[in-house]
Nanobody
Framework: VRIVESGGGLVQPGGSLRLSCTAYESQFHSIGWYRQTSAKDHEGVSC????????WTTESGKGRFTISTGNDKITVYLQMDNLTPNDTGLYYC???????????????????????WGQGTQVTVSS
């Protein structure tokens, strides 16, 4: 599965961005947004199961980040509002290597537990 992210950019504190992630060549059933920041090499931000709509979002993102899927079943979005400089980082999508995974468990995965990865899209929050 080829994954391509987009939508990143430079935004002022308090601003918003909508990230997109498209999984070409295959539909996904579980997918997550992750980020690499100056504080953490890899952090699960928000994850979703498409078959039941269940989601999980990291504590720092609750109330600010919303994950959703497109009608095409191959695109997942991350709406990020009220961004802070701590949200600066490289945001990327990944799917689990095997099967359908509950969102919270998926967001806790790293390394070989994850299957397809994208190259990421840079988010910079700065005044």
């Amino acid at each position: 599965v080829r994954i391509v992210e987009s939508g990143g950019g430079l935004v002022q504190p308090g601003g918003s961005l909508r990230l997109s992630c498209t999984a070409y060549e295959s539909q996904f059933h579980s997918i997550g947004w992750y980020r690499q920041t100056s504080a953490k090499d890899h952090e699960g931000v928000s994850c979703i199961n498409t078959w039941d709509g269940n989601t999980w979002t990291t504590e720092s993102g609750k109330g600010r980040f919303t994950i959703s899927t497109g009608n095409d079943k191959i695109t997942v979005y991350l709406q990020m509002d009220n961004l802070t400089p701590n949200d600066t980082g490289l945001y990327y999508c990944a799917t689990p290597r095997f099967g359908i995974t509950p969102p919270q468990a998926l967001c806790a995965m790293s390394g070989d537990a994850l299957g397809s990865w994208g190259q990421g899209t840079q988010v910079t929050v700065s005044s």
